[in-house]
């Protein structure tokens, strides 16, 4: 299997700006994670699905914030309008249940510049 | 709730030397423990894991035991090695969940 995929790699953008990011799970994995990495505040749980539908979302830090899922094999975080703050590395990851450890397998992630 | 509290670092070793990364954690119920290494420019990778009370995890020389009376999962390794040059995150599992709770990520830096 390919892994995880997330696009793009880098994003770089001004201010006020949308920004989309973009996640493909490991096919089959019914689970899927989005997670926010910072100096600051380490990795941050932003929100999860099950299924496509959004399980927890408590860690979305506002509005501006938003993910969605439309089908198994694709997810997007969308950040609008975008601020310096948001900067940080976005990781996806994605799991099965009924493994014996539900193991989550990481994307590479996408490092985000907000100038 | 659930948290995880790893010691703080940058740990810088020498080569060959002993390793230890204190973790220590607070849970409901019985969770199953992780450690994850993330290296340069990539995501989190699983390490190893224990999933009850005095197992002990281990991959690529490295171990780490569950201890329920002392709520810890200390990560170990006998002789590190410049590849082992990483971020570590302590890591757990509570009840039937998936959200894991990971802790803030010490970074260890191997020199020759």
């Known amino acids: 299997d390919a892994g995880v995929i997330q696009s793009p790699r880098h994003e770089v953008t001004e201010m006020g700006q949308e920004v989309t990011l973009r996640c493909k799970p490991i096919s089959g994995h019914d689970y899927l994670f989005w997670y926010r990495q910072t100096m600051m505040r380490g990795l941050e749980l932003l929100i999860y699905f099950n299924n496509n539908v959004p399980i927890d979302d408590s860690g979305m830090p506002e509005d501006r914030f938003s993910a969605k899922m439309p089908n198994a094999s694709f997810s997007t975080l969308k950040i609008q309008p975008s601020e310096p703050r948001d900067s940080a590395v976005y990781f996806c990851?994605?799991?099965?249940?009924?493994?014996?450890?539900?193991?989550?397998?990481f994307g590479p992630g996408t490092r985000l510049t907000v100038t | 709730g659930n948290s995880v509290t790893q010691m703080e670092g940058p740990v810088t070793l020498s080569e060959e030397a002993f390793l230890t990364i204190n973790c220590t954690y607070t849970?409901?119920?019985?969770?199953?423990l992780f450690w994850y290494v993330q290296y340069p420019g990539e995501g989190l990778q699983l390490l190893l894991k224990a999933t009850k009370a005095d197992d002990k995890g281990s991959n690529k020389g490295f171990e780490a035991t569950y201890r329920k009376e002392t709520t810890s999962f200390h990560l170990e390794k006998g002789s590190v090695q410049v590849s082992d040059s990483a971020v570590y995150f302590c890591a757990l599992r509570s009840g039937g969940y998936q959200k894991v709770t990971f802790g803030i990520g010490t970074k260890l830096q191997v020199i020759p």
């Open positions: 990851a994605s799991s099965l249940t009924g493994t014996p450890i539900y193991e989550q397998y």
């Open positions: 849970a409901t119920g019985y969770p199953s």
